[in-house]
C-alpha cells in the first residue's frame, strides 16, 4: 500500500468519470477512499457507460477500472436517518468529494457550508460542468458537450471536416487532474493554518486551460479564428510539416522541422524552394501536398531509418495493438491487475512513481455497498 497521503479519509459522493478519477489518484497515492452510494443502484457508472464493454456480474469494466481501491458506503441521502449517518461519517473525513449540479447538495443540506459547520477543517470538492453562476450552470456536465462549447471540437481534423471531438472522455479526465491539484494544495496549507478550503473546478474552465495554448495565440491576434489545414491536419496553429502522412504500408507522424531539410532527407526537390519560413505556414496546404504525395512511395520504417538519424522529429503510428506489442510500453509497465468481487482485472497503473517506484495496489473495485458494515463499526455511527 502507498502511504503516501497516510490518515488523509476521502469521501467521495461523485460518480461516472470526473470525480471518481480524482478520488483515484489520491487513493493510487495512499488515501483511504469511501464512496457514498445510493442503495440499489449506486454509481451510475456501474451500469451505464457504452454498449459494447465487457461486463462483470452486471457492472461495466469502466467502473472497475476508475473505483480500483475504493471502499463503497451505501446510504439514502434523502432518508434523515441515513443522511444523519452520513454526516456523522464526514466529521471523521478529510477531503470530500462530490460532481452533481449545483443546488442538489444545498437541497439535500451537505452544502460546503453547511458542511463546514460540522467539520470545520474539512477540504471540501467539487467538479461542475460550466461553474456555480449563470444560466449555464444548470445544463448537463457530460464530456461531449462541454467539448462542444469549449471550442476544442475545431481545433482537430482538416478545414474541410466537421468539428471533430477528442476521442476520449478529456473534459472529465482534465476536470479530475485540476481537483486533485486543489485538494492537494489545501491539504498543504491545511498543515500551516490547520484550515480546510472550498475546491472548485468545472470542466468547461478545465478544458479551457487546457486550450490555453491556442487560446492565447487567439486572444492576442486580433480574434482571428483558427484556421485548420486542408490537408493532414494536426494542429490548428502550427506550419507544415506537421501532420501524419499515410505511407505505403501505414502512417508516419511529422513534428516541427524545416521543410527544406526534409526535402534534401527525402529528395524531393519541389521542396526546396520554401526557404522562407512564413511560408512554412501561409503555404502550408501547398507544402502538405507535396508532402502527401512522398510519404505514399514508401514503408513507415524506411522513412524512419532516413529522418531519425537526422534527428527529425517523427514517429510510428501505431493501434494499440502496435503499442502493447512495443519494447518502449512494455519498458513502462503501465498495466496492473486488481481482483475484484474474485474477478481478475486488468487495468492502467496511476502514471507518477515516486522515488522511482511505481505506485500500484491489486485492490479492485468494491461491491455496492460492500464496507457498510465494517465502517459503521469503526467509527461508531
Known amino acids: 500500500m502507498n502511504a ?17 478519477s480524482a478520488s483515484l ?6 488515501a483511504r477512499v469511501i464512496k457514498v452510494e445510493r442503495p440499489d443502484t449506486g454509481d451510475i457508472c456501474r451500469q451505464l457507460y457504452v454498449s459494447d464493454v465487457r461486463i462483470y456480474d452486471g457492472e461495466s469494466t469502466i467502473f472497475h477500472a476508475i473505483n480500483r481501491n475504493k471502499e463503497s458506503f451505501s446510504a439514502d441521502l434523502k432518508d434523515p436517518v441515513s443522511l444523519a449517518t452520513v454526516k456523522e461519517l464526514i466529521t471523521k473525513a478529510q477531503v470530500m468529494i462530490h460532481n452533481f449540479r449545483p443546488g442538489v447538495m444545498e437541497r439535500i443540506g451537505l452544502d460546503y457550508d453547511r458542511v463546514k459547520a460540522i467539520n470545520p477543517d ?38 474541410d471536416q466537421p468539428p471533430v471531438p477528442m476521442g476520449v472522455a478529456v473534459a472529465d479526465i482534465i476536470a479530475g487532474t485540476h481537483l486533485v491539484q486543489g485538494i492537494l494544495a489545501a491539504l498543504f496549507q491545511k498543515m500551516s493554518t490547520g484550515e480546510g478550503a472550498l475546491i472548485q473546478v468545472s470542466m468547461l474552465e478545465s478544458l479551457l486551460d487546457f486550450q490555453f495554448e491556442v487560446l492565447t495565440c487567439f486572444l492576442n491576434d486580433g480574434n482571428e479564428l483558427p484556421e485548420r489545414s486542408a490537408i493532414n491536419g494536426a494542429h490548428a496553429y502550427i506550419a507544415a510539416p506537421y501532420g501524419i502522412y499515410k505511407t505505403t504500408d501505414g502512417y508516419i507522424a511529422i513534428a516541427m522541422c524545416p521543410v527544406t531539410t526534409l526535402g534534401d532527407l527525402m529528395k524531393v526537390a519541389s521542396l526546396r524552394k520554401y526557404t522562407n519560413p512564413d511560408h512554412w505556414f501561409d503555404k502550408r496546404d501547398e507544402i502538405k501536398s507535396i508532402l502527401k504525395e ?26 494499440y495493438n502496435d503499442l502493447l506489442a512495443s519494447e518502449g510500453y512494455k519498458l513502462l509497465q503501465m ?45 461508531e455511527l
Open 122 to 159: 474539512i477540504v471540501y470538492a467539487e467538479v461542475s460542468g460550466y461553474g456555480q453562476e449563470g444560466e449555464w450552470s444548470r445544463l448537463p456536465g457530460q464530456d461531449l458537450l462541454t467539448q462542444a462549447i469549449s471550442g476544442i471540437t475545431y481545433l482537430s481534423g482538416c478545414a
Open 25 to 30: 489518484r489520491l487513493a493510487d497515492m495512499g
Open 4 to 20: 503516501l497521503l497516510e490518515d488523509i479519509l476521502v469521501l467521495d459522493f461523485s460518480q461516472f468519470l470526473s470525480g471518481p
Open 335 to 379: 498495466e496492473q491487475w486488481v481482483v475484484s468481487n474474485h474477478h481478475r482485472i486488468k487495468t492502467t497503473r496511476c502514471p507518477v512513481r515516486v522515488d522511482g517506484k511505481r505506485l500500484v495496489s491489486e485492490k479492485g473495485a468494491p461491491l455496492l455497498g460492500e464496507h457498510n458494515k465494517k465502517i459503521t463499526e469503526e467509527f
Open 294 to 319: 512522398a510519404f505514399e512511395q514508401r514503408p513507415t520504417a524506411e522513412w524512419l531509418a532516413v529522418l531519425e538519424p537526422a534527428d527529425i522529429w517523427c514517429a510510428n503510428v501505431y493501434d
